[in-house]
């Protein structure tokens, strides 16, 4: 499962930042397009927070929705349903310009 490997290197940048203080909650951002799943990210995350400094962390999830840039017009769209077409022109040459990402939003730390 991609989501293990995921959290794994998740959890080593938050032990990074926490320097052992507890960690509070995490919250990252996944976009639609990056292949995994918030419910496996959640449960991979559950399963490997025992004995680490998120033991008790809460993760949020922020998902992001597909963004598209339209190589004719020049428009930038949010896309649903996976239709890449540019909704101004009806281009089909459009590039993504996000919903691909992955990454650490933030980190709380308890005080
Ligand atoms: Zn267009």
Redesign the pocket.
Known sequence: MHELSVVQSMMKIIEKHAKNKEVAKVAVKIGKMSGIEPYFLKESFDFFKENTVCKNAELEIIECEIKIK?K????ENEIKDFDFS?P????LK?EIISGEEMHIEYIEIKE
């Open positions: 339209c004719s017009c020049g428009a540019c101004v022109c009806g281009s459009t």
